[in-house]
């Protein structure tokens, strides 16, 4: 069974989207990086929150890029944690109810891949669960003040982390962490 990954994009003060939810500032961010382009290669399978699945995207008025993950660098199948299902289906999303299934289903699509999180969120949930093997922050430089927070905990935690990897782009810093023990 492969890995799961929380895969994202953080400001330098530890903020993945703006405020209201607002994923705008991430553009400039987006260029090449050889280390993002290698890891979407090793997905098999997303397990996305509810709220970055309806919320905004980075991609938003680039038309061949908008609602994709990664750019539409990668396809596949999504699974996304909900307690309300739309009524109309939407192409390669299974839309679930538990983290539980979620995980389950998304790993068993993935194979020997990772299954990438997509949203704070759910990876919380995750950690919580002891289900979360890696994460991958790619640290831009840039100070948003304020927004959606990478890992938030009201009363704190004190979760340990292993380096993997630490490698460098003009875009940004990659830091490959794994959840120890």
Same mark, same amino acid.
């Given at each position: 069974?492969?890995?799961?990954?929380?895969?994202?994009?953080?400001?330098?003060? &530890?903020? *993945?989207? &703006?405020?209201?939810?607002?994923?705008?500032?991430?553009?400039? !961010?987006?260029? /090449?990086?050889?280390?993002?382009?290698?890891?979407?290669?090793?997905?098999?399978?997303?397990?996305?929150?509810?709220?970055?699945?309806?919320?905004?995207?980075?991609? %938003?008025?680039?038309?061949?890029?908008?609602?994709?993950?990664?750019?539409? &660098?990668?396809?596949? /199948?999504?699974?996304?944690?909900?307690? !309300?299902?739309?009524?109309?289906?939407?192409?390669?999303?299974?839309?679930?109810?538990?983290?539980?299934?979620?995980?389950?289903?998304?790993?068993?699509?993935?194979?020997?891949?990772?299954?990438?999180?997509?949203?704070?969120?759910?990876? #919380?949930?995750?950690?919580?669960?002891?289900?979360?093997?890696? *994460?991958?922050?790619?640290?831009?430089?840039?100070?948003? &003040?304020?927004?959606? #927070?990478?890992?938030?905990?009201?009363?704190?935690?004190?979760? %340990?982390?292993?380096? *993997?990897?630490?490698?460098?782009?003009?875009?940004?810093?990659?830091?490959?962490? #794994?959840?120890?023990?």
């Amino acid at each position: 069974m492969g890995k799961v990954l929380y895969s994202v994009t953080m400001s330098l003060d &530890g903020f *993945i989207a &703006g405020p209201g939810g607002d994923m705008s500032w991430m553009t400039e !961010h987006l260029g /090449p990086n050889p280390e993002v382009d290698e890891v979407i290669g090793k997905i098999g399978a997303l397990l996305v929150g509810n709220r970055t699945f309806r919320g905004d995207d980075p991609y %938003k008025g680039v038309a061949a890029k908008e609602g994709k993950f990664a750019g539409g &660098g990668w396809t596949g /199948p999504q699974f996304v944690l909900t307690h !309300h299902a739309p009524d109309t289906p939407v192409p390669d999303v299974t839309f679930v109810g538990d983290l539980d299934s979620g995980v389950a289903a998304a790993k068993a699509a993935a194979g020997d891949k990772y299954v990438n999180v997509l949203g704070a969120s759910t990876a #919380r949930q995750c950690l919580d669960a002891g289900v979360l093997d890696e *994460i991958l922050v790619l640290i831009a430089p840039v100070l948003l &003040g304020d927004g959606v #927070r990478l890992f938030d905990r009201p009363g704190g935690t004190n979760v %340990k982390l292993e380096r *993997i990897s630490l490698t460098h782009t003009p875009q940004a810093t990659n830091l490959w962490l #794994r959840v120890a023990g």
